[in-house]
């Protein structure tokens, strides 16, 4: 069984910053495009950045564009969440996701795999 599992999420204070990591349990998955939602409760899950299979091609919301930055490490298939100035808005649990392919997507119904979620709780 695939899995995808996440690390990294915490209690932090509004400024400042939290790296998540998405480690795969197979190689295979070091091609796929990949993606990190967030869901707040009584809110959708959405798209916050995603990357291409090769990292080529990166996507942010409007909301974390200039504060978020996703790469990977196809070596250590390992994608990263790297979120900086991070704001009492931002808090929610994030997922890591994979498509089945490198092309980046961006609605959750393109995602197969999904890992189980971290919590990010940003304090004012």
């Known amino acids: 069984q695939v899995q995808l599992v996440e690390s990294g999420g915490g209690l932090v204070q509004a400024g400042g910053s939290l790296r998540l990591s998405c480690a795969a349990s197979e190689r295979t998955f070091s091609s796929y495009a990949k993606g990190w939602f967030r869901q707040a409760p009584g809110k959708e899950r959405d798209l916050v950045a995603a990357?291409?299979?090769?990292?080529?091609?990166?996507y942010y919301a409007d909301s974390v564009k200039g504060r978020f930055a996703i790469s990977r490490d196809n070596a250590k298939n390992t994608v990263y969440l790297q979120m900086n100035s991070l704001k009492p808005d931002d808090t929610a649990d994030y997922y890591c996701?994979?498509?089945?392919?490198?092309?980046?997507?961006?609605?959750?119904?393109?995602?197969?795999?999904w890992g189980q979620g971290t919590q990010v709780t940003v304090s004012s």
């Open positions: 990357i291409s299979g090769i990292g080529s091609i990166t």
């Open positions: 996701a994979a498509t089945t392919g490198p092309v980046l997507r961006y609605g959750a119904p393109d995602y197969y795999y």
